[in-house]
């Protein structure tokens, strides 16, 4: 019994022979709207979202109270005022490239400046 050929029988899947049709991918430009529609978008529970309006406002004003406070060189402060035009740069391309955002955005960027102008 051991000389006997082994039978192999061979299952079709439930897929078939054919290959699997790729999904359909969305465009770059779709992905990067998403994730930025994601990454500013408020959260849904109760708790996070206090946390991130709170934090929102704080941050901001601990920096701007640490701005006054403290003596900084001059190349520091203008390197803060450079990342500040360029974040504003890009706040404002993002309110035009990804609608869906717009308030969310403004909404932010209003309680940021509560914060800033706390913190002085």
Known sequence: MADEQKIVVEVPSDRGHYSP???PQSSKLEEFKKGWVNAIGLPDN???LAYTLASTVAIPALLSSCWVSIPFPG???LGVLGVLAIAGIVTLYLRQAVPEVKDILL???GLVAVGV???I
């Open 75 to 77: 190349f520091i402060r």
């Open 117 to 119: 102008l706390l913190g």
């Open 21 to 23: 049709v790729p999904s």
């Open 46 to 48: 109760l708790p996070d």
């Open 107 to 109: 909404l932010r960027v």
